[in-house]
């Protein structure tokens, strides 16, 4: 897939939900470093972690980000211009009124958290505001949440799975969301990037 086969770059994006497993902390580091906190929507990002990674995660993104990163607590908002990780050991979800909330409910494909919950609980509130990302990983989480940001109206982005150092959660997602093709890295911060630009367009105009 390339850009000019991805509409949506003229579509409101009210938030982009990022998710990925096994192989996918660089790609994070890859698609997000050209971005800064001008950025015109949430970005929320889960990732499968070890229980006890203690915010490494956020450390490291936030070594290589110019725009702020910053560990999901309960009842924060989602604010424009900043990425939030998801917590090791707890399911991440948005409620209503745009706020993140914290579960320690059973895993799901042996994760928490999950992409699959926050996927299915962001489209429900973002609907076809919402860009959902599926990157790198070992298992099929992410796949039904994929397919319920499509059928809600939102976009949907898997990276090309050939560029995956674990195809299995980008092809099962390409699969169950019924896409065509996937972006690499590379395209995927472009099309990040565009967004950003539009948005410093829409508010200086």
Known sequence: ??????????????AVAIG????????LREILAGLTRAFPAPIAVVQHLHPDDRGLLVENLGRAMRIPVVEVQDKMPARPGQVHV??????????RDGAFALSVDDPVQWSRPSLDVFFLSAAKVWRSGLLAIVLSGANEDGAAGLRAVRLRGGMAVVQD?????????PLAAMTQAGLGGGMS????????ERLERRGRSGRSG
């Open 86 to 95: 998801a917590p090791a050991d707890y399911h991440m979800m948005v409620e």
């Open 1 to 14: 897939m390339t850009l000019m086969d991805l509409p949506g770059c003229e579509r409101d994006i009210r």
């Open 20 to 27: 990925g497993s096994a192989g996918a902390s660089g790609v």
């Open 161 to 169: 799975p050939a560029t995956a150092r674990f195809p299995k959660m």
């Open 185 to 192: 890295p590379g395209q995927i911060a472009v099309l990040l």
